[in-house]
């Protein structure tokens, strides 16, 4: 495959920058993103040209650093992400526009590489249980009901990518919160910080600076792990019974 | 190991939390938004009154200002009625400008690469509700104080103030324009509100969607038919 590629180039997070367009050749379909993103880097580099900064560590789908946008789609054109998705999702002779998440509270680092510790310090507002918890326990011990046990599982699933953030039009981290917010809130392991969990990471969602929800969806299509959009009505559900709880 | 958390003693009162968070002001959003979506359910059976002639319609307006009465005073209720529908009308709109701004800002770099996103109803909310902010105006001066009415208000007889309305090309079109916009707005809003309160989710889903479709169907048509009724000479 012949492709044209216009990747955003900016060297740091001072200097402004710029979509820049490159031509790459002898991309196979079986390539993912990323091995992509390489062959264009070994030409740049052999040029003696800066390679394209791109994040990626596991390159297996689990662990959410790699999510560009990708013609407009967080993490491109299918429900995975970027380390994942195949070039035979593209046609020969394809233009392909390759950005940054943009959001305020994940500002570029550099080239296609953004700061996502805003997400970290959300979690660190609640996102833990404070219970030691020592060794794997016995099984049996707390009884998880098996829709609770999946419910959890399900939002557990959320690698903290950012697509969500990246698609949604207001810049909002609402599906991101949600996730870790009901993963705890509906075990038992979780109960003791029940309304302080859920209070606490969304004031620290707020002050980072992310945008409000309206509901557009447009998260819950990109996210990689399939967490759906009721995971948000969830968390206002929480949020909501929190603040009757807690606020004087 | 002792976590420092945000601490749960000191907390800030019900009010501060919800008007100082994004989820609390889509909250207030939510509640003033269902507040006026019950009183348009309300004002749009009452308009179809109209369609029984001028006795029965400006008997039904005489009859609202006799509301409550002997318990409160003539207009009273009326006047009651006033006053939370202008609460609900100014703490949505202010939410939604403070919403509104905070989204635009948490993106302060575009993409190069642009497409649509969402539904045409969930795009349209935000000039859909400024349409509808300033229909709100133009309606209250045109047929509520008169300031603004083509030919003679007369105050009590809303039924030849309406017909002069509709005999004018612009009435028809404001009014028209407006009432499509707030059957979008309440395509989107009816089931927003639902997850914004938390009583949406997967099981009712469908439930919500039909419900938002009906209620901004008849609303916008039941509106909509007085114009034109006066339009075709059915009412006049
Ligand atoms: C003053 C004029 C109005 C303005 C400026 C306005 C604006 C907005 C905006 C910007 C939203 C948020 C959209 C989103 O989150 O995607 C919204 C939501 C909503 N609006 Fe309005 N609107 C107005 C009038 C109305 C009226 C007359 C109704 C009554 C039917 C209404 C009912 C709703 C409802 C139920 C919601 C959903 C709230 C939620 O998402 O929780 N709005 N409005
Ligand atoms: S909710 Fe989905 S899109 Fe958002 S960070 Fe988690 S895995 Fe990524
Ligand atoms: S590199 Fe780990 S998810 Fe893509």
Known sequence: MRLTLRVWRQPDADTPGAMVTYAVDGISEDMSFLE???????????????????DHDCREGICGACGVVINGDAHGPERTTTCQL???HFE???TIDVEPWRAGAFPVVKDLVVDRSSFDRIIGAGGYITAPTGSAPEAHATPVPKPDADFAFEHAECIGCGACVAACPNGSAMLFTSAKVNHLNVLPQGAPER?????DMVAAMDEEGFGGCTLTGE????????IPLPSITA???EWLRATRKVAR | MALATRGTDQRPSMTRTLWGSTIGKKTVMAVSGLIMLGYLVAHMLGNLKIFFGAPEFNGYAHWLRTLGEPVLHHEWALWILRVVLVAAVVLHAVCAYQLSRRDRAARPVGYAHKRARATYATRTMRWGGVI??????????????GTAHPGGFQPGHPYQNVVDTFSTWYGNVVYIVAMLALGLHILHGFWSAAQTLGVGGAARERALRTSAAVLAF???????????????????
């Open chain 1, 86 to 88: 195949h070039m035979r």
């Open chain 2, 218 to 236: 008849a609303l916008t048509a039941g509106f909509i038919s007085i114009p034109v009724a006066v339009m075709t000479g059915v009412v006049g």
């Open chain 1, 235 to 237: 968390m206002n559900r």
């Open chain 1, 92 to 94: 020969d002779g394809d």
């Open chain 1, 195 to 199: 309304e302080t969990r859920v209070l």
């Open chain 1, 36 to 54: 992509m993103l390489d062959t264009l880097n070994e030409e740049l580099i052999l040029k003696g040209d800066e390679p394209v900064a791109f």
């Open chain 2, 132 to 145: 509808l902010a300033l229909f709100i105006v133009w309606h209250i001066l045109d047929l509520t104080t």
């Open chain 1, 219 to 226: 998260c819950a299509t990109a996210c990689p792990k399939g």
